[in-house]
């Protein structure tokens, strides 16, 4: 079932939005050759209880930490860790939830430690306009395929891969709600959008294919090919005033 959510309870989100968004940017500001991943989490997870609010991703499924961050060829869900080191070069996705008054807000950026090779950069930017497409798309009367065919296109006319086992998702009083929102689809198909819904969107790219493996930790997500991957997210509101980007600093 998809929940529409009252104007209040977005305002609520919003709330939780920004603490996450704040907590994310803590964490990418931290972000710098010899630091730990334990260390970036420690600074997300401290601003996120230091400001009244509870990580959402802190026990999830049993996930040990309140961030997830994954380098380079991993994905997603990187369990953060005392012994791995970031290196110059690097990229690092952060991702990174709230709960604020029983609601939430989920967003992920991946940012470079130090010089980062051209191939990279460009691949954080196209990851980037991806995320930008995929909210322009979410408006009322548009469908799901609309948000995925936006992100899909614009990925795959620099050869990039899209992930297709993991996708971004509905969210509000749990973080995970319906619909399933796809990176790839068909634009015109799918569930039509409207109003009060909330959904988080988060395109993860892959340099080159989209296929992808889970390691024997059980959450790290990396590609089949070995090469970077890119993820970048906000939890937007569908409003008839436009998408509304909830995690905002
Ligand atoms: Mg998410």
């Given at each position: 079932?998809i929940v529409?959510?009252?104007?209040?309870e977005?305002?609520?989100?919003?709330?939780a939005?920004?603490?996450?968004?704040?907590?994310?940017?803590?964490?990418?500001?931290?972000?710098?050759?010899?630091?730990?991943t334990?260390?970036?989490?420690?600074?997300?997870?401290?601003?996120?209880?230091s400001h009244g609010?509870?990580?959402?991703?802190?026990?999830?499924?049993?996930?040990?930490?309140?961030?997830c961050i994954?380098?380079?060829?991993?994905?997603?869900?990187?369990?953060?860790?005392?012994?791995?080191?970031i290196e110059?070069?690097?990229?690092?996705?952060?991702?990174?939830?709230?709960?604020?008054?029983?609601?939430h807000?989920d967003?992920?950026?991946?940012?470079?430690a130090?010089?980062?090779?051209?191939?990279?950069?460009?691949?954080?930017?196209?990851?980037?306009?991806?995320?930008?497409?995929?909210?322009?798309?979410?408006?009322?009367?548009n469908?799901?395929?609309?948000i995925?065919?936006?992100?899909?296109g614009?990925?795959?006319?620099?050869g990039?891969?899209?992930v297709?086992?993991?996708?971004?998702?509905?969210i509000?009083?749990?973080?995970?709600?319906?619909?399933?929102?796809?990176?790839?689809?068909?634009?015109?198909?799918g569930l039509?959008?409207?109003?009060?819904?909330?959904?988080?969107?988060?395109?993860?790219?892959?340099?080159?294919?989209?296929?992808?493996?889970?390691?024997?930790?059980?959450?790290t997500?990396?590609t089949?090919?070995?090469?970077?991957?890119a993820?970048?997210?906000h939890?937007?509101a569908?409003?008839?005033?436009?998408?509304?980007?909830?995690?905002?600093?």
């Open positions: 079932m529409l959510k009252t104007g209040k977005i305002a609520l989100m919003r709330e939005g920004r603490i996450a968004a704040q907590a994310l940017m803590a964490g990418v500001q931290a972000v710098a050759p010899g630091k730990t334990q260390e970036i989490n420690r600074v997300i997870h401290d601003y996120i209880t609010a509870v990580p959402s991703f802190l026990g999830y499924g049993g996930f040990p930490a309140a961030a994954s380098i380079n060829q991993e994905v997603i869900h990187g369990i953060p860790s005392k012994t791995r080191r110059e070069g690097d990229i690092v996705s952060i991702d990174v939830g709230a709960i604020y008054k029983g609601y807000g967003n992920a950026y991946t940012v470079g130090g010089q980062i090779s051209p191939e990279k950069q460009q691949l954080l930017d196209v990851t980037k306009k991806c995320l930008e497409l995929g909210i322009e798309a979410a408006v009322p009367g469908r799901l395929g609309d995925g065919a936006a992100v899909q614009y990925a795959e006319s620099f990039y891969g899209v297709r086992e993991y996708v971004g998702h509905g509000g009083s749990e973080m995970h709600q319906e619909p399933e929102v796809p990176n790839y689809g068909r634009a015109g198909h039509r959008l409207a109003a009060g819904m909330t959904i988080a969107i988060e395109p993860m790219i892959n340099l080159r294919g989209a296929g992808v493996r889970q390691l024997s930790d059980g959450w997500v990396v089949a090919s070995g090469l970077p991957s993820h970048f997210e939890t937007v569908i409003t008839d005033n436009g998408p509304v980007i909830l995690t905002r600093p």
